[in-house]
């Protein structure tokens, strides 16, 4: 099997624009992405692709293999899908949170597909055992498309249920759940610009 993972440096993460810079949010999710990486490779999976438009901060990536396609993100996905020869698992580059034990967890189905949902609807992980039959359809309420999609062509799925592995950071709240419960370098840099406000309301980030 291998994993691919979708990545778009250029203006990224604009829901975080009211916290951090242009600059901090494509350096956060450098770091975001290499810590997927790490975490995929700590879990035994030995080919991983990027799927970006473009080589911006990928020009000295050395750990996963680049591959560029500049078209929407769906209609990228299904290509790559099309070609693929072996179960695949498509996974977000903002899950800092994920652990190898998530990845052998979700890899490890009986089901034809596995399904990791994200908040809001959206989806995380995908792991899908035979892509040549299934196509992807990102944005929105992905999801519950996704679990559609499956049944549609005849697919058993399973919901792979983690609050760790169905936190992708887009929101600066969920920078909040990185700072408590993350670690390695998506986490200390977050942990030099903020720190935990405790209210008796929810816990927040304030700056330094």
Known sequence: MKAVIPYKKTSAKSRLSPVLSLEEREEFVELMLNQVIDTL?????????ILSPSRYGLESMTKASVLLDENDLNEALNRYLEQAEEPV???????????PGHVKGIISTERDVCIVPGKGGGTNILFIKNPSGYRVRYYGSSFLTHCSIAKNTGQDVEIYD????????????DLVELFIHGSGAAKEYISKKFRLEISRGRVRLAPV
């Open 89 to 99: 698992m498509i996974v977000m580059a903002d899950l800092p949170l994920l652990s």
């Open 41 to 49: 490779k700590e879990a035994g999976i030995g080919t991983i692709d």
């Open 162 to 173: 983690s609050f760790l592995a169905g936190t992708d950071i887009d929101e600066p709240e």
